[in-house]
Structures are given as C-alpha cells and as structure tokens.
C-alpha cells in the first residue's frame, strides 16, 4: 500500500509555471505507476500525465503535451507535475494516483481513473487571466 500527499499548489497568473509534488511513503514506490489527474468545478475528474515505474514511458493528455512535463524521483519517493504556460482553463483541483503494473501497463502507464487504486488529497491550481 502507498499513501501520497500532493503540494505544490497556488494562484498563479496566465503564463506563468508551477511544480506540483506528490510524495509517496512506503520503500515500493519505484514499482509503482504514477499518473496525475485534475477535476474542475463542475467536472469530471481528467486524465492529465502518467508515467511508468521504470520512468521510460510516459503519456500524457493530447491538449495538454508540450506545456506538462512528468517525472520522478524515486530516491526522493517523489513524481512531480511541471506546468508551464498556464492558463485559466489548468484551473482545478490536481490528483496524484499510484497503481501496480500489470501486464501492458509495465511498459505504458495506464490513462483512466479505475487502473489507479491509490489517491492523494489534490491540491488547488488557480490560474487568473
């Protein structure tokens, strides 16, 4: 089992770039999958990065690719979400989510919320325009 506490969140203004941190206990987390989701007021929860627990795959949302960056530290027990060029519509409550691998998902992290078992709390991203 993994427990995982995201940080890192703010109000920011349009264009302007954050880290978020999700710090993960337990002495397993390099075999985990780790992904980063985001809900909106009034949304669905999204699908936002993912990567693998070797960190040699990762995925991330089509609308979303050149401006998030996922990665991991795994000495540190640590994924991180960097974000860059914000924009008011990144405005949500951001998830960190780990899963075991399992057959394909050894080698490409998987992109929807039922293949991640553990979640943190969020952390708010508010960004102005």
């Known amino acids: 089992q993994v427990q995982l506490v995201e940080s890192g969140g703010g109000l920011v203004q349009a264009g302007d770039s954050l880290r978020l941190s999700c710090a993960a206990s337990?002495?397993?987390?390099?075999?985990?999958?780790m992904g980063w989701f985001r809900q909106a007021p009034g949304k669905e929860r999204e699908f936002v990065a993912a990567?693998?627990?070797?960190?040699?795959?990762?995925y991330y949302a089509d609308s979303l690719k050149g401006r998030f960056t996922i990665s991991r530290d795994d000495a540190k027990n640590t994924v991180y979400l960097q974000m860059d060029s914000l924009k008011p519509e990144d405005t949500a409550v951001y998830y960190c989510?780990?899963?075991?691998?399992?057959?394909?998902?050894?080698?490409?992290?998987?992109?929807?919320?039922?293949?991640?078992?553990?979640w943190g709390q969020g952390t708010q991203v508010a960004v102005s325009s």
């Open positions: 989510a780990a899963a075991l691998p399992n057959g394909d998902t050894y080698y490409s992290p998987a992109t929807t919320r039922r293949a991640y078992a553990y």
């Open positions: 990567i693998t627990w070797s960190g040699k795959s990762t």
């Open positions: 337990g002495r397993t987390f390099s075999s985990y999958n």
